[in-house]
């Protein structure tokens, strides 16, 4: 088989990638918190690589096409519910969640109280906060400031730790706007982001250009089939009845 037909598949399947990560943007579009996942291509960026020699050209047309994401980490519109433990965060930043996996983070600020007083996401995992453990509160009134304090009947218990990372690819998302971190070392530093109380972030996703997107992916897959077609019942076949004449 031609190794064009190989890159031409790799096409394909690179295509096929990009829809699924787009289609999970569009699916989370009503997540709150969501952060989209942007695809590009491997292949397109090595073929215009100029510092490539040119022995090495047929090696690059031959090389597989993959796809990769990248995490888009602009903040998503604001939405006021003027519920208390309702908070997003205006600035770069993520809540610091503790899971029965690890300590995870999230910048959904939909927040609870389970059965204990502990302050926990909608999920029920417990929120840290800035002295390392979980926010145990009680029954009053609670309110949490600009800073991140949270008090309880005017007295602060504790202080949300939020943590911010300068490179958002040690980030790997496990579902329900929850990340962890890809390596052990500690990546993530405080973050001086303002929480504003009484509203939710909404998802990051624009459905308008994600639906272009999507368009732009059919027609290149539909491009990438008809060369495919082309190759293998056209131009073969006149190829192999020449070299047989």
């Not at 695809?39 to 020699?53: C, G, I, V």
């Amino acid at each position: 088989m031609d190794s064009g037909i190989y890159t031409a598949y790799s096409g394909l399947r690179a295509q096929s990638d990009a829809l699924e990560v787009l289609a999970n943007n569009l699916a989370n579009i009503n997540t709150t918190g969501f952060k989209e996942q942007q695809a590009f291509y491997t292949y397109l960026n090595q073929s215009a690589d100029a510092s490539q020699k040119p022995d090495d050209f047929n090696a690059v047309i031959n090389q597989m096409v993959q796809t990769r994401s990248a995490l888009n980490g602009e903040e998503g519109s604001l939405t006021a519910t003027n519920r208390e433990l309702d908070i997003a965060i205006a600035g770069d930043g993520f809540l610091v969640i503790q899971t029965p996996r690890g300590v995870r983070y999230t910048r959904n600020g939909s927040l609870d109280l389970n059965a204990q007083y502990v302050l926990t996401t909608s999920e029920g995992f417990p929120v840290l906060g800035t002295s390392g453990r979980t926010i145990t509160l009680g029954p009053g009134k609670i309110r949490i400031g600009e800073t991140g304090d949270v008090f309880l009947d005017g007295e602060q218990i504790d202080r949300l730790k939020v943590t911010a990372f300068s490179d958002l690819s040690v980030l790997e998302k496990e579902g329900n706007s929850l990340f962890k971190s890809r390596t052990d070392k500690i990546s993530g530093k405080s973050s001086d982001a303002k929480i504003k109380s009484g509203f939710l972030e909404q998802s990051n996703v624009n459905p308008v250009s994600s639906i272009v997107r999507m368009v732009e992916i059919l027609r290149h897959f539909e491009a990438i089939q008809k060369s495919i077609h082309l190759v293998m019942n056209e131009i073969n076949p006149k190829a192999i009845d020449k070299l047989g004449r």
